[in-house]
């Protein structure tokens, strides 16, 4: 079991930025490739990035390359969504998610095992 908590979510303006940190706890971070899922109202959970058990694959939606980081710190048990350039369309709740890193970097949320409550994101226009 792994337990995830996401923070760093809130309200900016388009342009701006925001860090989004999920701390993982429970079992040894490095064991899982983590995920970084967006779901707006009314829309399906939809993938955003994921970062390989040791950082160093990485893979993004199409939206979020050239504008999102995804990166992690196993030290740390923590892996963070770098946000630049937010777009009013970014507007969503953000989670973070975890499955073992023998499944590779999947980007299909029915294959993640571990999920956070979320955080809010706000983009104004």
């Known amino acids: 079991q792994v337990q995830l908590v996401e923070s760093g979510g809130g309200l900016v303006q388009a342009g701006g930025s925001l860090r989004l940190s999920c701390a993982a706890s429970?079992?040894?971070?490095?064991?899982?490739?983590m995920g970084w899922f967006r779901q707006a109202p009314g829309e399906e959970r939809e993938f955003v990035a994921a970062?390989?058990?040791?950082?160093?694959?990485?893979d993004y939606t199409d939206s979020a390359k050239g504008r999102f980081t995804i990166s992690r710190d196993n030290a740390k048990n923590t892996v963070y969504l770098q946000m630049n350039g937010l777009k009013p369309e970014d507007t969503a709740v953000y989670f973070c998610?975890?499955?073992?890193?023998?499944?590779?970097?999947?980007?299909?949320?029915?294959?993640?095992?571990?999920w956070g409550q979320g955080t809010q994101v706000t983009v104004s226009s």
């Open positions: 998610a975890a499955v073992d890193r023998s499944y590779g970097i999947p980007r299909l949320a029915s294959s993640y095992d571990y």
């Open positions: 429970g079992r040894t971070f490095s064991r899982y490739t």
């Open positions: 970062i390989s058990w040791n950082g160093v694959n990485t």
